[in-house]
């Protein structure tokens, strides 16, 4: 199925969910409300003609400035049929959450921790939403593209000593 025949059925079933249709490099990107995707995400996933069985990414985006200011991309596949389609949620500065897919794609747990500690995107019913790349006690979420290009000042986490040391005999190693 084409890109542009998915689209068509999501028009079909959810078309005040669906904001814009763009392409670009054979790519058919929609933008959907923020509020549908569970429901968008699992009518993609379960019906039989569509079938995206396959999430093969999951990303935060940062637009500063625009009426919503991150977006969440969901890079859809379906493996049975070998057709693709790309979902951007807009979600607003003033409250940056959504409703998580764990519960259609297992594998979106990652991509939504992910996302969660670089932009500070909540995702609503996720199952374990601790940080997963950046210590605990960070401070700021470091994909926004108002995060200080040095980081924070004067702050280094409670691990960065014992990092060090693990890593004093590194020159010492050669590989023949």
């Not at 079933?13 to 569970?38: A, G, M, P």
């Not at 985006?61 to 625009?66: E, N, T």
């Not at 470091?142 to 290009?149: A, F, G, H, Q, V």
């Amino acid at each position: 199925m084409e890109p542009l025949e998915i689209v068509n059925r999501l028009k079909a079933k959810y078309l005040n969910e669906i904001s814009v249709v763009s392409q670009f490099r054979d790519q058919v990107f929609v933008s959907v409300n923020r509020d549908r995707i569970l429901d968008i995400c699992r009518y993609l996933h379960d019906d039989p003609e569509m079938y995206m069985d396959y999430l093969a990414d999951l990303c935060g985006v940062d637009y500063p400035g625009r009426q919503y200011r991150f977006e969440v991309v969901y890079n859809l596949f379906s493996m049975k049929h070998r057709h693709r389609i790309l979902l951007k949620a807009l979600i607003p500065e003033k409250d940056p959450a959504i409703d998580s897919v764990v519960s259609v794609w297992s594998g979106a747990n990652w991509h939504e921790r992910e996302a969660c500690d670089m932009y500070g995107i909540t995702f609503n019913g996720h199952p374990d939403l601790r940080r997963i790349l950046m210590p605990e006690d960070w401070d700021g979420y470091p994909l926004r593209k108002d995060y200080p290009l040095k980081g924070q000042e004067d702050h280094e986490y409670k691990g960065l000593e014992e990092a060090r040391d693990l890593h004093t005999h590194d020159s010492e190693w050669t590989i023949t």
